[in-house]
Nanobody
Framework: QVQLLESGGGLVQPGGSLRLSCAASTSIFRIYTMGWYRQAPGKQRDLVASITSGSSTNYADSVKGRFTISRDNAKNTVYLQMNSLKPDDTAVYYC?????????WGQGTQVTVSS
C-alpha cells in the first residue's frame, strides 16, 4: 500500500521557522511532480508549493520568498522549509502528487503560528 507520511509541524511564533518532511513508502513518487498542500479550518485544501522530478519549483503567491520546497529522491522524501511564518499559515499541511493521481492523503501535519 502506497503511503505518504508528513511530519515536522508544531506550534511556532510569528516570524519563526519550521521544516516539514513527507516520506513516501515507495520510490514510484520519484517520477512525479510533488506538492505541498494546506487546509485551514473551514477552508478548501490549496496547493502552496510544487517540485518536479527534475527539481523545478513553483510557489503560491502567498508563500513566495518565504517557503522553499526540495526533494531527496534517494530517500523518497520531499521537504518544505517555512520561514517568516505568519498566523495565516496556520493549517494542516499535506503532500501528494501534482496533479492528483488518486493516491491516498496522509494524516497531515499541523502547523500553528501564534504568539
Amino acid at each position: 500500500q502506497v503511503q505518504l507520511l508528513e511530519s515536522g509541524g508544531g506550534l511556532v511564533q510569528p516570524g519563526g521557522s519550521l521544516r516539514l518532511s513527507c516520506a513516501a513508502s515507495t520510490s514510484i513518487f520519484r517520477i512525479y511532480t510533488m506538492g505541498w498542500y494546506r487546509q485551514a479550518p473551514g477552508k478548501q485544501r490549496d496547493l502552496v508549493a510544487s517540485i518536479t522530478s527534475g527539481s523545478s519549483t513553483n510557489y503560491a503567491d502567498s508563500v513566495k520568498g518565504r517557503f522553499t520546497i526540495s526533494r531527496d529522491n534517494a530517500k523518497n522524501t520531499v521537504y518544505l522549509q517555512m520561514n517568516s511564518l505568519k498566523p495565516d499559515d496556520t493549517a494542516v499541511y499535506y503532500c501528494n502528487t501534482k496533479p492528483l493521481f488518486g493516491y491516498s492523503w496522509g494524516q497531515g501535519t499541523q502547523v500553528t503560528v501564534s504568539s
